[in-house]
Structure formats: C-alpha cells, structure tokens
C-alpha cells in the first residue's frame, strides 16, 4: 500500500518560512506525478507545485511563484515543499499528493488526477 505523511507544518508569522515534507512509502519513484495541494476552510483544495518523478520538470501555482520550491530526495524517498515569504493567504492544510505522469499539468493542477493523498499538514500564516 501507498503511503504518505506530510510534516512540518505549524504557525509562522507573515515574512516568514517552512519546509515541508511528505514521506512516502510502498511507492518506487518511476514517471508518476508529485503534487502538493492545500486547502483552507470552506474553498476549494487548490494545487501549489509539482514536480515530475523522472524528468524533474516543475510547476507552480501563480500565487507562489517565486516564493514556493518543490523538490525530492530520492534517496529518502521524500517529496519536499520549501516555503518562502508566507502571507496570511498561505494559510491552509497542505496535502501531498501522487498523480499519474500527466497529472503534471503546466497550466494547472487537478486534484482528481491524483490517486494517494497524505493526511495534511497545517500551515498557519499570522
């Protein structure tokens, strides 16, 4: 079975950074879709970034461009989300996700082409 855990999320003032990461276990990295996601109360869950398992390609939201850095260890087995510049927008849970290769959409991310979703990690941006 797939699995993956998100961490280090919590409460970060405005300006400020995190990191987060998602562990991902019963799962060979191969072409598949990396995707991070959040979600704030009452909206609709929205794509941040996502990376190519295999080519490396990345993709962000507009809203994060610039401030957000995806990223993975393949050694680890873990998918990365570097946090920069955080405005109280930013604040939500935030969800790894993996998708099918073409779940890698440039323009955007949907989350219905993600299949294994982690449990959320909350980011609060004060």
């Known amino acids: 079975d797939v699995q993956l855990v998100e961490s280090g999320g919590g409460s970060v003032q405005t300006g400020g950074s995190l990191r987060l990461s998602c562990q991902v276990s019963?799962?060979?990295?191969?072409?598949?879709?990396l995707g991070w996601f959040r979600q704030a109360p009452g909206k609709e869950r929205e794509g941040v970034a996502s990376?190519?398992?295999?080519?490396?390609?990345?993709a962000y939201a507009e809203s994060v461009k610039g401030r957000f850095t995806i990223s993975k260890d393949n050694a680890k087995n873990t998918l990365y989300l570097q946090m920069n510049s955080l405005k109280p927008e930013d604040t939500a849970m935030y969800y790894c996700?993996?998708?099918?290769?073409?779940?890698?959409?440039?323009?955007?991310?949907?989350?219905?082409?993600?299949?294994?979703w982690g449990q959320g990690t909350q980011v609060t941006v004060s």
């Open positions: 990376i190519h398992a295999y080519t490396g390609m990345t």
């Open positions: 019963g799962y060979l990295y191969g072409g598949n879709c």
């Open positions: 996700a993996i998708g099918l290769p073409g779940a890698c959409n440039p323009r955007a991310l949907s989350a219905g082409t993600f299949n294994d």
